[in-house]
Every structure is written in C-alpha cells, then in structure tokens.
C-alpha cells in the first residue's frame, strides 16, 4: 500500500485531455497511492467515472472541480 499523493491541476482543459492526463499517470502509480484531480469541465465528472468502472480504480468526489483517485 502507497501513501503517495500526486495533484494533476487540469481545470480550464477540456475533455477528454483530464481522464486521458489521469490515465498516464496512472499507470505508473502503485497499488494504495492516491490523485487529486483538479477540473472543472462538466464532462470530466461522468467520464471519470466510466473510467473508473473500467479501470477498477476509485473515485471519490470532493466537490464539483475537485476529485480523489486511488490506484487499486
């Protein structure tokens, strides 16, 4: 398990460029480590979500620009 935390700030980029900048750090992230994702698309929140469903990775909401990855 990781306590690693990494902030991907993408607010003011559209999607799908916050889920595909996600997805390449991602896979160099360990099991437990976490992402704070910063964006502020309206498309980023349900895009990140199929994400997750297809990744097995999860999502916590923080706030409407605000979201918390963490690597499974």
Known sequence: M????RTLDCL????????ITLSKVARDLSPG?????KAD???T???LLAWSRL????VSV????EFEI???
């Open 41 to 43: 698309d309206p498309a």
């Open 12 to 19: 003011g980029a559209l999607c799908p460029t916050p889920i």
């Open 62 to 65: 923080i706030s409407d620009t």
């Open 45 to 47: 929140r349900s895009d």
């Open 55 to 58: 990744t097995g990775n999860s």
């Open 70 to 72: 963490t690597k499974n």
């Open 2 to 5: 990781s306590d690693e935390i």
């Open 33 to 37: 480590a976490r992402v704070i994702l």
